[in-house]
């Protein structure tokens, strides 16, 4: 029986069976995983994280009213009005 390294829920895959590269789904928390090594089976998780991350960010400068500097844009546009 493989563990999922997010949540540790048992997967049921035939160890036999699976291929390095290959690419499964924990049944509890929909973590997306890839077959690492074989004998014994090693999973590790794909990080969607970082799109996730950027787009909690973002929807809390929205929230906040935050805006983010652009410092370099600023300096340019200054530039072109003098």
Known sequence: MIRCPECSAEIDVDEDEV????????????????????????LNIISDDDDDDEEDEEEEVA???????KKEEDDDEEEDEE
């Open 19 to 42: 291929e390095e590269g290959e690419i499964l789904s924990c049944p509890e928390c929909e973590s997306e995983l890839e077959v690492s090594q074989i004998h014994p089976v090693h």
């Open 63 to 69: 929230e906040n009213g935050d805006l983010p500097e």
